[in-house]
């Protein structure tokens, strides 16, 4: 049913299809940002982090668990049924979220800006009932997942950069408005790209099915740490942005997006990296012996290795990077981009260590840590936003992603030894090294930003 390939492969054909997914994703963002504008291009960003929060209580663990456990399964005709369960139990959870998201989104004050907008990007959890890219992780077919997310992504930015601006103003829409629906027909034609694929795997096509009660209340049961986890993840990853679309104006919100999408993207080589890691690890977590610790050591070394220098280099290139890549009406974002640029190497490694615990079936011991970071972005951004804008939604998310990876890598202890970098050393000592390495590379701003919020 799986393929023969190492992790090696599946980590490369992932990565691959990520990174061409990506420079055409982020094509698209700075033709965005160009022609929109600050203002409208902030009022966009605010709809997509609404879209994610939707969408991940709309799937709320299920999506991960599915891999998981499907991973597990050899017998086509098992794993069909168990995928066609999965997709009903989502159906269900799509229409709450449509009924929450329709009582709950005239409430919040950017809904103002253009409420048919956010309802575009609330009905994204439609298309996701039908999303077969969680099927093909778990079955290691991530060619074809590959190919998913490369053909989404085209015809994502191939409808913004071609057709945006003759769509402008047709039947009364603005500019704005269609970039929803772009993201729409793009999210339902890639996951409709693997539905051929799937149904030669398994012998049919995946089609929702009501199952047993019993069955879903013992999926809702082992998701809902995953789910609860992955929503408090959101907080800590755009949680910044919907405070900003609250607190502060579009064209703040616009200048902080700008930045923090840069940003974004070592999260999504994160995301990328777990989907060829998880089903490998979940298997390796269910055999005896210290292999899954010993693979852990060595993944988690040479993420720890990889991301210091986005850190360094984010400090030091920030605004200029910024400039380059979005123009000088946003070089506000300069100094946003490197308080970012550490706060998501942070994120990144605590991520990594999140993941690992759920691999080995511990999803309940990552709740906590993430609801601390969460706590810390709405407690400081709701202090810090309303004063110091952009710069201070930044400062919250430092300190939040510092105290996730901290209290992460508190919960993975036993699985660290002297495999790691600093032989010899305590855990806890080694722990510290790093923190002083970050703390080195972001202290010229960190002092710099702490004098402008001293000085009011």
Same mark, same amino acid.
């Given at each position: 049913?799986?393929?023969?390939?190492?992790?090696?492969?599946?980590?490369?054909?992932?990565?691959?299809?990520?990174?061409?997914?990506?420079?055409?994703?982020?094509?698209?963002?700075?033709?965005?940002?160009?022609?929109?504008?600050?203002?409208?291009?902030?009022?966009?960003?605010?709809?997509?982090?609404?879209?994610?929060?939707?969408?991940?209580?709309?799937?709320?663990?299920?999506?991960?668990?599915?891999?998981?456990?499907?991973?597990?399964?050899?017998?086509?005709?098992?794993?069909?049924?168990?995928?066609?369960?999965?997709?009903?139990?989502?159906?269900?959870?799509?229409?709450?979220?449509?009924?929450?998201?329709?009582?709950?989104?005239?409430?919040?004050?950017?809904?103002?800006?253009?409420?048919?907008?956010?309802?575009? =990007?609330?009905?994204?959890?439609?298309?996701?009932?039908?999303?077969?890219?969680?099927?093909?992780?778990?079955?290691?077919?991530?060619?074809?997942?590959?190919?998913?997310?490369?053909?989404?992504?085209?015809?994502?930015?191939?409808?913004?950069?071609?057709?945006?601006?003759?769509?402008?103003?047709?039947?009364?829409?603005?500019?704005?408005?269609?970039?929803?629906?772009?993201?729409?027909?793009?999210?339902?034609?890639?996951?409709?790209?693997?539905?051929?694929?799937?149904?030669?795997?398994?012998?049919?096509?995946?089609?929702?099915?009501?199952?047993?009660?019993?069955?879903?209340?013992?999926?809702?049961?082992?998701?809902?740490?995953?789910?609860?986890?992955?929503?408090?993840?959101?907080?800590?990853?755009?949680?910044?942005?919907?405070?900003?679309?609250?607190?502060?104006?579009?064209?703040?919100?616009?200048?902080?997006?700008?930045?923090?999408?840069?940003?974004?993207?070592?999260?999504?080589?994160?995301?990328?990296?777990?989907?060829?890691?998880?089903?490998?690890?979940?298997?390796?977590?269910?055999?005896?012996?210290?292999?899954?610790?010993?693979?852990?050591?060595?993944?988690?070394?040479?993420?720890?290795?990889?991301?210091?220098?986005?850190?360094?280099?984010?400090?030091?290139?920030?605004?200029?990077?910024?400039?380059?890549?979005?123009?000088?009406?946003?070089?506000?974002?300069?100094?946003?981009?490197?308080?970012?640029?550490?706060? =998501?190497?942070?994120?990144?490694?605590?991520?990594?260590?999140?993941?690992?615990?759920?691999?080995?079936?511990?999803?309940?011991?990552?709740?906590?840590?993430?609801?601390?970071?969460?706590?810390?972005?709405?407690?400081?951004?709701?202090?810090?936003?309303?004063?110091?804008?952009?710069?201070?939604?930044?400062?919250?998310?430092?300190?939040?992603?510092?105290?996730?990876?901290?209290?992460?890598?508190?919960?993975?202890?036993?699985?660290?030894?002297?495999?790691?970098?600093?032989?010899?050393?305590?855990?806890?000592?080694?722990?510290?090294?790093?923190?002083?390495?970050?703390?080195?590379?972001?202290?010229?701003?960190?002092?710099?930003?702490?004098?402008?919020?001293?000085?009011?």
């Amino acid at each position: 049913m799986r393929g023969r390939a190492g992790i090696v492969r599946n980590l490369g054909v992932l990565s691959g299809s990520q990174a061409a997914a990506q420079l055409l994703n982020l094509a698209a963002l700075v033709f965005l940002a160009r022609v929109l504008g600050d203002r409208w291009f902030g009022v966009v960003q605010v709809g997509v982090a609404v879209s994610a929060y939707a969408l991940i209580t709309a799937e709320w663990g299920l999506l991960t668990l599915g891999v998981r456990e499907l991973a597990r399964l050899e017998q086509p005709a098992r794993a069909r049924a168990y995928a066609r369960v999965h997709q009903g139990l989502l159906a269900v959870l799509a229409v709450v979220v449509l009924g929450l998201g329709l009582l709950i989104l005239p409430r919040l004050p950017f809904y103002r800006e253009d409420p048919l907008l956010f309802l575009l =990007y609330l009905a994204l959890v439609v298309p996701q009932v039908f999303a077969h890219e969680w099927i093909g992780i778990g079955m290691e077919r991530m060619g074809w997942v590959g190919v998913s997310r490369i053909a989404g992504s085209a015809i994502y930015a191939g409808a913004v950069l071609l057709l945006l601006r003759p769509l402008d103003g047709a039947w009364g829409w603005p500019a704005w408005r269609w970039v929803p629906v772009f993201y729409l027909v793009s999210f339902a034609a890639g996951q409709a790209a693997l539905a051929l694929p799937v149904r030669r795997w398994l012998g049919g096509f995946v089609l929702p099915t009501v199952g047993p009660r019993a069955e879903w209340g013992r999926r809702l049961r082992d998701a809902a740490p995953i789910g609860a986890s992955i929503l408090t993840m959101r907080v800590l990853i755009n949680g910044d942005l919907v405070l900003l679309g609250i607190l502060a104006t579009p064209a703040v919100a616009g200048q902080y997006a700008a930045p923090a999408k840069i940003g974004y993207l070592l999260v999504v080589a994160m995301e990328v990296l777990w989907k060829a890691l998880l089903p490998r690890l979940s298997r390796l977590a269910a055999e005896p012996g210290g292999v899954f610790a010993a693979r852990f050591r060595l993944y988690f070394g040479t993420v720890a290795v990889a991301v210091a220098p986005v850190a360094v280099g984010g400090v030091l290139l920030g605004p200029g990077l910024v400039r380059l890549v979005f123009g000088d009406q946003y070089t506000a974002g300069g100094p946003v981009l490197q308080v970012l640029a550490v706060s =998501y190497s942070l994120l990144a490694l605590g991520w990594f260590l999140g993941n690992s615990l759920l691999a080995a079936d511990r999803q309940r011991e990552i709740f906590l840590p993430l609801l601390v970071g969460a706590a810390l972005v709405v407690g400081l951004g709701l202090v810090l936003i309303p004063r110091h804008g952009a710069v201070g939604a930044a400062v919250a998310v430092l300190a939040a992603h510092g105290a996730l990876f901290g209290l992460t890598a508190v919960r993975c202890r036993r699985w660290f030894n002297r495999d790691l970098a600093g032989a010899g050393l305590p855990f806890l000592a080694r722990a510290g090294l790093c923190a002083v390495a970050y703390a080195a590379a972001a202290g010229w701003p960190l002092r710099h930003w702490l004098r402008r919020l001293r000085d009011g």
